[in-house]
């Protein structure tokens, strides 16, 4: 019993927030926090996510090319990559190069539409875990009315070889 120096009516009050009002706000950028926001497919690993992916493309008649992002800047540490798949009707960056000829006509349209269809995926430190943003909705026909302009995959192209 040691004795303890007490000044009537006066309450220090807590140095820091007890721990029951403690703020339970994860912070901006990690797992915990894109969870709670739009994040809301989540995998296991990259290659469940690539597996789901082609599911998907195959599901829909769709394809997704990786679009060009830049690194994040090092001083983030919440998340370690974020991967962009875009539909290949967007086109994954600037303009075309391409001049087209005047007086051509064309059988089949251009592919790039815009589509703003897009799967947005992050990895995070200290988990295999893979969270995605996926925005599903495209401004062309999906499915058999889109394979004219789906390019084929080495196992297709092989497939097809094997009957010939």
Known sequence: SEPTFVIPGYDP????????????DPIRGSFEWDLQRNYKLR?????A?????KVECHDKSIEFIK????????????WTETRVY???RQGSGGKSAYQQKKNWT????SKRTGCP???????????????????SDHTHATGDDNLKYMRLDAETRQEIENYL
Request: proline share 10%; net charge positive; hydrophobic share 35%.
């Open 117 to 135: 269809c897009r799967l947005t995926v992050k990895t995070y430190p200290g988990t295999s875990e893979v969270l995605g943003f996926y925005k």
């Open 13 to 24: 009050g807590y140095a820091t927030p007890p721990p029951s009002s403690a703020s339970a």
């Open 67 to 78: 679009k060009d992002i830049p690194a994040r800047h090092p001083s983030i540490t919440v």
């Open 49 to 53: 996510m690539k597996g789901w992916m």
């Open 106 to 109: 064309r059988k089949i349209g």
């Open 43 to 47: 995998w296991e690993s990259l290659e």
């Open 86 to 88: 875009v539909c290949a």
